[in-house]
C-alpha cells in the first residue's frame, strides 16, 4: 500500500507460515493460549459496550444530558481515532504487549471517571478516556493476530472475537439492567474495572509467551507528522459534533475549523482512494467505516427509543439488543465456513442488505400497533449481516495486503471504524437534538417525539444500503498486493 508508513503497526517480520506440518486450529496447542487471551480481552470490552448501552438512557435522563446522549457514544469514538495511531507507533517499535496493557488500564480509568461523574460533559469526558484505552487494545490485538496466526486461521480468529461478544450479549443487559434498577447507572461502570484484574492475571503469561515466540521486529522511526494528523482529525471531529449540539449560527465557526482540521487529516491517515471509493484495498478499508457507523448510530438509539417510546424497563431495552450480539456470532461464524472464501463480496453485499432491513425494522417499532419485540427480531437480523460483512471485511483487508502491509492495514480499517462511529453517531445526534428529541424526554417518564428516532433509523438504512452498492467495488477475487503493486490499486 503506497501509504505505509512506520507509524502504524507494520509487521515487518515474515508472517506465521501456512505449512502442512501446520494443520491445527485455533484450540489446538500452539495456539490455544495466545486465543484464550486475545478472547478474553474481546469479551471485557463487549461485557463494558453491552452494559453501557443498557445503562445510557437512565444516565442520561439524571444527568439532565439527554441532548447530549449521542455525544456520550461518539466522544468515545473520537479519542479512538487518534490512540489508534499512537498504538500503530507504539506496537511498531515496542510490540503489541505495552499498548495492550496499558490500553487496558486507561480504558478502566476512563470508566471511573464516568461513573463518578456529577454533569454530562464530565460523563462524556470519562467516555473519551475509555475511547482512549480502547483504541489502544484494539489495534494491538489485530497485530497480535497479524504475527501470530498463519492465513488459513485468520477467519476462525475473528469468528472468535464475534463468539465472545455471545455471552456479554445475554448477560450484560440482565447484570446491567438489574444494578441500574437496585443500585444506581454509576455502579454499571463503577464495577466493571474490578472485572479488568482477572483477563489481566490470566492472559499476560500467554501473551508474552507467544510475543516472545515471534521473531522480532525492526523498529521504525517515530513518525510525529502522522500522529499530529491523529491529534487534529480528533479536534476537528470533536468540534464537528459540538457545533451540531449548538444549532444556532455560532455553531458555524466551530463546524467549518473542524470540517478544516478533519479532512485533510483523515484524507493523510487512510489509504489513498479511501473517501472515493477506489476498486480494491480502498474499498475494503471504507466499508469498514460504513458498516460500524450505519449500524452503530442506530443501535445506540435503540434502548432510548424502548425506553421513551415504549417505556421499557433499562433491563428489558438492553435485552433488545441481545439477539444482535448473538446472531453476529452466527454470521461471524457463517464466513469462517471454507466455503465462504470463494463469495466474500457476496457475503460483504448480502451483510449489508440484512443491516439495512434490521435498521429500517428497528422504525416499525414506532407504531404502537406493533409489539415491542419486533425490534429484537429485527436486531437478529442486523446481527447476523454486521457477522457477515465485517468479518469478511477483516479477512479482505488481510488477502488483499502484502505480507509487510498487514499491520498498517490493520490500523487503517480500524481508523475507519472509528470514523465512521464519529460522523455517523454524531449526524444521529444532530438530527435528534436538531428535530426535538430531547426536549420533551428529559424528566423521568418522559415520552420522546417519535420523529427524531424515524429519522435517524431513515438515515442509517440509506446508509446500510449505499454499502451494499459499494461492495462490488471491494476486487474479492484479486490476489494479495505487493507494496509497489499498491499505487495502482490505489488508483482503481
Known sequence: MATTSSSTPVDRAEPVPDTALDTGG???????????????????LAFEATAVNTAMPVAARQLDGLGLYAFAFSGYFTTTLFALVVSGQWCDRRGPLAPLFTGIAVFGAGLVVAGTAVGMWPFVAGRAIQGLGGGLVIVALYVVVGRAFPERLRPSVFAAFSAAWVLPSIVGPLVSGAVTQHLGWRWVFLAVPVLILLPLAVMGPALRRAERAQPPLRPAPFDRRRTWCAALAALGAGLLQYAGQRLDLLGLLPAALGAALLVPAVVRLLPPGTLRAARGLPTVILLRGVAAGAFFAAEAFVPLMMVTQRHLSPTLAGLTLTSGGLSWALGSWLQGRPW????????????????????????????????????????????VGMGLAVASISVLMMKLSAPEDTGANSAAIQLSDALGNVLLIGLAGVLFAGLGGGSVAAAEGGTAPAGPFAVIFLVMTGVALLGALVSGRTGAGRKPVAVAEAPALAEG
Open 26 to 44: 485455533v484450540m489446538s496447542g500452539p495456539y490455544r493460549a495466545l486465543t484464550l487471551g486475545i478472547v478474553s480481552v474481546v469479551l471485557l
Open 340 to 383: 465462504a472464501d470463494r463469495h466474500r463480496e457476496a457475503l460483504i453485499r448480502v451483510g449489508f442488505v440484512l443491516t439495512a432491513v434490521a435498521i429500517a425494522g428497528a422504525a416499525v417499532v414506532l407504531v404502537p400497533a406493533v409489539p415491542a419485540w419486533t425490534a429484537a427480531v429485527f436486531w437478529a437480523v442486523g446481527g
